[in-house]
Nanobody, 116 residues
């Protein structure tokens, strides 16, 4: 069974930084893509950043230049480095993984709060 475990969230002041981690149970290269999403309301979850098995990355316009997604195959882990954090970045951040065919997996999320 596929499991994704997020960590690294917390409380940070505006302008500060955090690094989120997503540890997968198995090789991250078994997935077509992995990424980070955030729950902005009870009904809306939006894309933050993704990375494919080939290394291509994609970012939401709101985080370009501030966030960086990366991976460590030895640790089966994907990271999200968040710099210059803003209060509007406050959300629960979820890790997502996709395989060929209709297979999608989600972690349980980690809370990020940006406040003075």
């Amino acid at each position: 069974q596929v499991q994704l475990v997020e960590s690294g969230g917390g409380l940070v002041q505006p302008g500060g930084s955090l690094r989120l981690s997503c540890a997968a149970s198995g090789s991250i290269f078994s997935f077509n893509a992995m990424g980070w999403y955030r729950q902005v309301s009870e009904t809306q979850r939006e894309l933050v950043a993704t990375i494919t098995s080939g290394g291509s990355t994609n970012y939401a316009d709101s985080v370009k230049g501030r966030f960086t997604i990366s991976r460590d195959s030895a640790k089966n882990t994907v990271y999200l480095r968040m710099n210059s954090l803003k209060p509007e970045d406050t959300a629960v951040y979820y890790c997502r993984a996709d395989r060929r065919g209709p297979y999608t997996y989600w972690g349980k999320g980690t809370q990020v709060t940006v406040s003075s």
